[in-house]
């Protein structure tokens, strides 16, 4: 049995929430995970209390956002002319999108 945890407020997490996924939503979820770099716990209950997912720029998250650019490029250009994009793909490069372009303007908002 693990351990009981604190959260940022002082609370313990002491209750045990379990749902199924499928391969590919799993994925997904690994990969906004990564985006963000946050832990997988965390950012499942930000999304589903609808608070904002705010990420913080480090080594990591630049790491696993250059990591997924150039999954996103093989895969542009794998993608034959007139073809079209999974959703999935669009789900990244939005994500993607999103969090480079508030990367953007923290940096604007520091100088």
């Known amino acids: ?8 407020h002082n609370r313990w997490r002491s209750k045990t929430v379990a749902f199924r996924m499928s391969p590919e939503e799993n994925a997904q979820l690994d990969t ?3 985006m963000c770099g946050m832990t997988k716990q965390d950012y499942i209950i930000q999304k589903l209390l609808n608070h904002d997912v705010v990420v913080k720029g480090n080594a990591r998250v ?5 990591s997924l650019l150039s999954d996103v490029l093989a895969e542009l250009k794998r993608i034959e002319a007139g073809s079209s994009i999974n959703l999935e793909l ?3 490069i ?3 999108t999103d969090i480079l372009a ?6 604007g908002e520091e100088q």
């Open 62 to 66: 630049f790491k696993a956002l250059r």
């Open 32 to 34: 906004a995970v990564q």
């Open 1 to 8: 049995m693990s351990q009981k945890a604190l959260d940022r």
């Open 102 to 107: 508030g990367m953007e303007k923290t940096k």
């Open 90 to 92: 669009m789900e990244i």
């Open 94 to 96: 939005r994500m993607m």
